[in-house]
């Protein structure tokens, strides 16, 4: 059985055998099912510190590399990157524009009956909210200062704790500097980069032997915590959120595949249903980057040089999914509070979803306290929050898929907007360098 089958049994089986635990067996009867989901726990994180472990090298091998293959070769880094950061703030654009109309036309929040003081009872929500107190009372353009690492060091060693984007700006600084200084083809420090790269990809292809259990460890845990019914009474706001991320998914990514990138949309979204299972159950970029990366080179055809530069930036950079549902929530807490937003207001909001998307960690959980910092810009009550972290983790999940989506779709649209004997000289050099 292929790969991306087992996955994708190992996500079905889990969700099927969650709900029958979670129905026929709850752990106040029956508690040996405390020692089960502490097995699949144990499985799931498991493989995920493998994956994560390798993330942090894995970035800034490729990166680095990517930079310094792009600036000295075909097509270049200038114009790799230009069109990498217009398609990423296009597509984070009309993410955002589709949350606001959605969620405007739709209206989710209105009318919701809720319990205040349980919400601000919610320690979860009062941790996020303190988060985001402290983003909040930053300037404008420390936001900016902050991109550019004191310690390059420090921002690897906390790069899931917010520091990940001042490490990947070092790493492209860094690249791009060894290209103006190392003219010599044989330089033993590109081949240095490269085996690093290969090596995070060997550690990742090990993991993926584990993968298909740990995604049913995983799947099923999230299914008996939850059962069938997790969406509650914000099961319409919820819908609102899938609807959005399946408009910007089928109609939004297959009118730029079919126009800009000259590509069948579903015999695209076909070649990537790994990535897609792969992102959908671990609700994390980073952790599906190395999956995304194979699929780009080997599946996709996509240059090495161009997918490094472009899946690896993405992971964190381009989050369309975390912008369009950073944008539904608040849009969504105004109206359960009542805040008639203004038109100005509503702008404001798309416009913060696209930078807060920029900003978002590449793991599950990372957009809470930027949608909070969203909430306190526009007048809306930190507290509030708390109403969506019941369902917050399988739209964590939908967003995420999207996300990486997205990544692999800018990689094609790039790709495509080269000449042949751009990508073919791209391909060739990237044979000469692994011979």
Not at 172 to 190: M, Q, R
Not at 339 to 362: K, N, P
Request: charged share 10%.
């Amino acid at each position: 059985m292929k790969q991306h089958n087992k996955i994708l049994l190992g996500f079905l089986l889990g969700v099927v055998f969650g709900l029958i635990g979670y129905y026929f067996f709850p752990t106040k009867e029956f508690a040996f099912m405390g020692r089960v989901t502490e097995v699949f726990t144990f499985v799931g994180a498991l493989f995920l510190r493998i994956i994560f472990m390798v993330v942090v090298p894995l970035i800034l091998a490729a990166l680095m590399l990517g930079t310094m293959e792009l600036s000295q070769g075909t097509g270049g880094f200038g114009k790799v990157g230009g069109r990498c950061l217009l398609y990423t703030v296009v597509l984070s654009g009309i993410a955002a524009c589709i949350a606001l109309l959605t969620t405007n036309v739709l209206k989710p929040g209105a009318g919701l009956v809720f319990d205040k003081a349980a919400l601000a009872a919610n320690q979860g929500v009062l941790t996020i909210a303190k988060n985001a107190s402290m983003a909040q009372d930053k300037a404008w353009y420390q936001y900016i200062v902050n991109l550019l690492p004191q310690n390059p060091i420090d921002s690897a060693a906390r790069a899931f704790s917010g520091e990940i984007i001042a490490m990947m700006v070092f790493a492209l600084f860094f690249g791009w500097a060894l290209s103006t200084v190392i003219k010599d083809e044989d330089h033993p420090l590109p081949r240095v980069l490269d085996a690093i790269f290969q090596a995070t990809m060997k550690i990742i292809e090990v993991a993926m032997k584990l993968a298909p259990y740990a995604i049913f460890g995983i799947v099923f845990n999230t299914s008996y915590r939850m059962g069938a019914g997790f969406l509650g009474n914000v099961a319409y706001f919820a819908f609102v959120v899938i609807l959005g991320l399946l408009l910007q998914f089928f109609i939004v990514y297959s009118v730029f595949l079919a126009t800009v990138g000259k590509t069948n949309p579903f015999a695209f979204y076909k070649k990537c249903r790994e990535v897609y299972i792969y992102a959908f159950s671990t609700a994390s970029s980073n952790a599906t980057l190395p999956v995304a990366l194979k699929c780009a080179t080997d599946v996709l055809k996509i240059p090495p040089r161009i997918a490094r530069f472009v899946i690896t930036i993405g992971a964190s950079a381009n989050q369309n999914g975390s912008g369009l549902y950073e944008g539904v929530v608040v849009l969504f807490m105004a109206q359960v509070f009542n805040i008639d937003l203004t038109v100005g207001q509503q702008i404001l909001v798309v416009m913060m979803s696209m930078l807060a998307g920029v900003g978002t960690a590449g793991i599950p959980g990372g957009s809470l306290p930027l949608i909070v910092v969203l909430m306190v810009n526009v007048g809306v009550p930190a507290e509030g929050i708390g109403l969506i972290l019941g369902v917050n983790r399988f739209l964590d999940m939908c967003r995420t898929t999207l996300n990486v989506a997205g990544d692999l779709v800018i990689a094609r649209l790039i790709t495509s907007s080269l000449s042949d004997a751009d990508v073919a000289a791209l391909h060739a050099a990237d044979a000469d360098a692994v011979a």
